[in-house]
């Protein structure tokens, strides 16, 4: 049992670190929309995106899905609704992930044609979803 509490407190710790880099990228992003192409502001949030991304956020969203998956084969989980919905909803914040990564490659290429609003409105969808996931692990509604 203390083996599995580890991972749990992992899983945590991993989750809260992707989910930080989910809510903060697309700040940067409505800010660096504002930025002159080629300025050194847009240069510095390009640098800024990059190591968000690289660093924090995806190391972060691959032990989150490690440690959840160990934990859920460990629980025996893979049968209960809650589950289900939870890993639908991981599956959607991974594609919001995946978007945004798109997002900091167009940014660095200079390439970039949507506007802040765009990105504030980005910005609600790991909230959103996070809201759903936390329900279905601690209410479990079926």
Known sequence: MNGYLWIK????IS???WMAGLLYLPRLFVYHCDAPTG???????KVMERRLLRAIMTPAMILAWITGLTLAV??????????HLK???????SGAHGYMSRCVRTFAADANHRSHR????LNEVPTLLMVVIVIAV?????
């Open 9 to 12: 407190a992992l899983h945590v």
């Open 87 to 93: 890993l639908t909803m991981v599956i959607i914040l």
């Open 74 to 83: 460990q629980g025996g989980f893979f049968t209960a609704g809650w589950l």
């Open 118 to 121: 765009f990105y504030r409105m």
């Open 39 to 45: 300025s050194p502001t847009s240069e510095t949030f």
């Open 138 to 142: 601690i209410v479990k509604p079926f």
């Open 15 to 17: 989750i809260i670190a």
